[in-house]
């Protein structure tokens, strides 16, 4: 799982630099211990070094700062071949061109098409889709229980759930989801080997490029087509920048949207005094989804921008070529930004809104209002058809699956009351 490097960057490893575990088996802890490294961390990502950054108004001024690219070719240990497709977490950097791997005004263009799609009055469009989708599920959750009454929320609810409305959004058939789900899983697991991997990229890019070529031949009313079509006198997407930017619009389209609604519903079922007051009506419901996104965000890394100068933040510096990623979890509890207090869970925080957990500046997360609509439907639904819900197992049994970016749970067995 290791990728070979040089010797200096062993060196600065065993000086203080901190090891992400892939495997997440201390998230609180690793969230800790970044943060009291300081405004930046020198961090080991599987044998390969780089920076990150743990604090809210520096990683603010990071984002939006032009020395700072998603150009693969500016990083220097990938232009110097230490990092190469061998490392696990290529595919996540390396990813083809689209919206998410170029800056200026080519970011702009690739962009452009996916913000109109997910405008605020299109969003209100498909609400009643997203209630149809939640009761459904809600029904099956129902059916699913087990003899001894537990049933898994992730298996049956959570994770069908943005699937289903990113797949409505997108145009592909239902009977394509559990595929897709599958194979986003894999490729994100540190437990899949990485010729595997691999393949799962190919595999993904000769899905969505079918896909591509049959809605060119086929338009229809969906995000797919709009990206292919051009606009009149525009200039159109290539195939590769249309199966590129659905391909990182899949993944964290239902991803992002997975951990957000689990880990609400985590934080509410340990801090009981606090659900009691939502399910009153004392508090709302966006109250919920702000607090945990701040509190437990659904990406804890975010892989990687790098310096075309070098920069001066703080006490460091971040030399040109090197590598610079986002730990938005950590950032999400800076007692700078949030008070000493940033570790609790709190729904009445008066900066539970001032987070930047769907990033901040030009590359801020183009579905961030889709996932807070589809948990601002799923949430009071959830439980206000099971408000018994419970946890089938103490909360210290459930793990996190073994991504190093996503904060994602194996499973989520509950009892439904």
């Keep these: 799982m290791n990728c070979p490097h040089a010797e200096a960057a062993q060196a600065d490893r065993n000086a203080g630099v901190i090891t992400i575990d892939p495997m997440v088996q201390d998230l609180d802890g690793e969230t800790a211990r970044l943060r009291d490294a300081g405004v930046l961390a020198r961090i080991d990502l599987l ?47 390396d990813a083809g061109r689209s919206m998410f791997t170029v800056d200026g005004s080519e970011h702009r263009r690739l962009r452009t098409k996916t913000s109109q799609a997910l405008t605020p009055r299109r969003l209100e469009a498909i609400r009643p889709d997203i209630e149809k989708f939640t009761e459904e599920l809600l ?73 591509v070529r049959e809605k060119t031949a086929r338009p229809t009313d969906d995000l797919t087509s709009a990206l292919i079509l051009a606009e009149e006198g525009g200039d159109p997407l290539t195939e590769e920048e249309v199966v ?66 070098d920069l001066a933040v703080g006490d460091e510096v971040i030399r040109k070529g090197e590598g610079v990623v986002i730990s938005y979890r950590a950032i999400g509890r800076d007692t700078e930004q949030h008070g000493p207090d940033a570790d609790a869970f709190d729904i009445t925080r008066p900066t539970r809104n001032r987070h930047m957990t769907f990033g901040h500046g030009p590359h801020i997360c183009p579905g961030a209002a889709l996932s807070r609509v589809e948990a601002g439907i799923a949430l009071p639904a959830l439980f206000g058809r099971f408000p018994g819900l419970r946890l089938a197992v103490p909360d210290e049994e459930i793990t996190k699956l073994p991504v190093m970016t996503q904060n994602d749970m194996a499973a989520f067995p509950v009892l439904l009351g």
């Excluded at 129902?142 to 049933?151: C, K, L, M, R």
């Excluded at 945990?292 to 310096?307: C, E, G, I, Q, S």
């Design 139 to 211: 029904d099956a959750l129902d059916a699913a229980q087990g003899e001894d009454g537990v049933v898994d929320l992730k298996a049956v609810f959570a994770q069908p759930l943005p699937m289903k409305v990113v797949g409505m959004l997108m145009g592909v058939d239902e009977s394509q989801h559990a595929m897709l789900t599958r194979q986003y899983k894999a490729f994100f697991s540190m437990l899949t080997p990485q010729d595997e991997r691999l393949s799962l990229l190919a595999e993904l890019d000769v899905f969505y490029t079918d896909l």
């Design 47 to 93: 044998g390969v070094p780089a920076w990150t950054v743990t604090r809210h108004a520096e990683a603010r001024q990071l984002l939006v700062d032009p020395r700072l690219v998603k150009d693969i070719d500016a990083w220097g240990l990938w232009q110097s071949g230490v990092v190469t497709r061998a490392w696990p977490l290529i595919g996540m950097i």
């Design 244 to 309: 590129g930017n659905l391909k990182a619009m899949v993944a964290a389209g239902h991803e992002t949207t997975i951990g957000l609604v689990l880990n609400a519903v985590r934080a509410l079922l340990s801090h009981p005094d606090q659900l009691r007051a939502v399910l009153a009506g004392e508090i709302g419901w966006d109250a919920v989804v702000e607090e945990t996104l701040r509190w437990d965000t659904p990406t804890t890394h975010l892989l990687m921008r790098f310096a075309t100068e």
